[in-house]
């Protein structure tokens, strides 16, 4: 099914926090792609894994901090990048990326995750 006819699906509010370290940026195609690395605690790791398991084939609508309008794209399998920076407050480090970034309004059809 193309992108533009994919369901979208809503990043999750509990989530959106780590949305505010997110890098835009063009891969060797010259398509957009974002990419966050980020420490996470238990909590925040079983709810990426969870929300990555709903979406299969399906754009993730992303809202970034200090923007009204929205990002869509398809959201990659999270990676492991290994020890967190804060070892007292966190787990781990985790990727979490996205591919076919494409700009534009907000979706309000979109599914809350």
Avoid: Y
Wanted: hydrophobic share 40%; charged share 30%.
């Amino acid at each position: 099914m193309p992108l533009d006819q994919t369901p979208i699906v809503d990043w999750p509010a509990e989530l959106a926090s780590l949305l505010e370290e997110a890098q835009i940026a063009f891969d060797d195609d010259g398509k957009q792609v974002c990419r966050i690395d980020v420490d996470v605690d238990a909590a925040t790791l079983r709810a990426i894994h969870e929300f990555e398991a709903h979406l299969r084939r399906r754009q993730v609508q992303l809202k970034l901090a200090g923007s009204d309008e929205c990002i869509r794209g398809e959201m990659n399998p999270s990676l492991g990048l290994g020890a967190p920076s804060d070892r007292i407050r966190h787990i781990a480090k985790v990727r979490v990326s996205f591919h076919d970034i494409q700009g534009g309004e907000c979706v309000d059809e979109a599914d809350g995750g």
